[in-house]
């Protein structure tokens, strides 16, 4: 019994609490704290970015990274050296919200629940179902994938 206590007190971090999409603290546009407490998965987040019903990020960004992939968007920033130019609570604010640092931006804010103009059902082109939850485009953890990926994505 000691030793399972000692186990989960050695541990807390990988049981730390999600901040939720209505909680995320900005400093400006950036976002300094984690959103789970645990790592993100750089693989995992290349497979959200290029997946176009997951992150979807490729309908806009292009990247050498994942050029093996096809139909790169061109109307975001290329995102060679992303990792480079922007720190880690960057990206994570950029992911998080994007409107925080770009007013008129088109990229969503990948994890927001409220304040929309004309909610959509993620990538599907109809409406929000009226009366039900509003959840984010990506979860918590998948965001830290973002970021974990785009942090090896430098020149």
């Known amino acids: 019994m000691i030793a399972l206590a000692a186990f989960a007190m050695g541990t807390g971090a990988a049981f730390a609490e999600e901040t939720a999409p209505e909680n995320v603290s900005f400093d400006g546009y950036e976002v300094a704290e984690s959103l789970t407490g645990v790592p993100g998965d ?42 480079d130019r922007w720190s880690e609570a960057e990206l994570r604010g950029l992911v998080v919200n994007a ?46 994938d973002v970021v974990a990926y785009l942090k090896t994505l430098t020149e």
């Open 99 to 144: 409107k925080m640092a770009f007013d008129g931006t088109v990229m969503p804010a990948f994890y927001k629940t409220d304040g929309f103009t004309r909610l959509g059902d993620a990538f599907t082109g109809k409406a929000w179902p009226e009366g039900e939850p509003v959840t984010p485009l990506l979860t918590a953890q998948e965001v830290e």
């Open 42 to 83: 750089p693989e995992k987040g290349r497979e959200i970015m290029t997946n176009k019903s997951a992150g979807n990020c490729i309908s806009c960004h292009a990247a050498e990274a994942y050029a093996d992939v096809p139909f790169h968007g061109e109307v975001g920033p290329v995102l060679d050296g992303a990792g």
